[in-house]
């Protein structure tokens, strides 16, 4: 018997509002939501991937343990078009010199430059200037 690898066929988002949070990132990223089903509100598929926002009740506490990066020409024009579609900077990850970002729920993520960017040896970048 062959192993075929498993691949990630979609990232699923938590979300007390499917809806806003689907807005949400639909405009940031350019994917129309295409679909609702059950608790569920799906933004077009991408390069094989599906994103949804599932209806979920309560918050997760602590940390989260997963995010998404997203890469852009410029990290500081994306940082004022997050902010005005209601997300916010988080400036406690400063010292980690990665613009860390999070939705309208709180879910972190990082903007990112499209190319390449360095890292000291402590995994620090030094891309915002």
Sequence with gaps: MTNTPLRINALI??????ER??????????RPVVGRTG??????????LGLG???????????NRMHFDVTAADPAAEQR???AL????????????????????GNEFCVIPDGPFELDDDGRAHYLG
């Design 21 to 30: 949070l689907a807005a949400f990132w639909s405009e940031l990223l350019g």
């Design 53 to 63: 926002f599932q209806r979920a009740d309560g918050a997760t506490p602590g940390k």
């Design 13 to 18: 988002v938590d979300a007390g509002d499917p």
């Design 81 to 83: 078009r997050v902010e």
């Design 39 to 48: 608790p569920y509100v799906w933004l077009r598929r991408e390069d094989g």
């Design 86 to 105: 209601g997300g916010r900077r988080l400036t406690e990850y400063d010292e980690g010199g990665f613009l860390v970002m999070a939705d309208p729920e």
